[in-house]
DNA sequence: ATTGGGGCCTCCG
DNA sequence: TCGGAGGCCCCAA
């Protein structure tokens, strides 16, 4: 498994009406400064059915972007319940997610 | 609130 | 193949 197809299977494991941040998955990759790196799989894969790429914003609740359209973006986002007001999550800290399940630590490149 | 440095991958020439 | 530029950012000052 790959860097970006354990960045998915991380991302698929957010709860439905919630939401979690680039700076989150990039800690459960092993490294923080992976944050901007996880954005540009989010961009690369614009498929929210794959990979719900809309469930991840900002860590100050921004957010963020999205390739398809931030419009699109905060539509999606309400399907599932949540709340965005002034381009901001609305109670941010009680849907944000940071459970992830790590099966291992991924400091370095796999391959 | 704003600024700037950070350090890793991907993209495109 | 190689190199440089930039990214859906983060955090400390």
Redesign the pocket.
Known sequence: M???EYTYYLVRQIPKGRVS????V??ALG????????????????DANTMP??K?V???GSL?????GLPDKIRRLQNEGIQVRKGKIVDFDSVFFDGFQTMYPLK??KS
């Open positions: 790959n860097l970006s941040t680039y700076g989150a990039a800690k490294d923080k400064n992976y944050a901007r790196v996880v954005g540009l799989y989010m961009n690369r894969n614009p790429c809309f991840i900002c860590s100050d963020g972007g999205f390739g398809l370095k490149r």
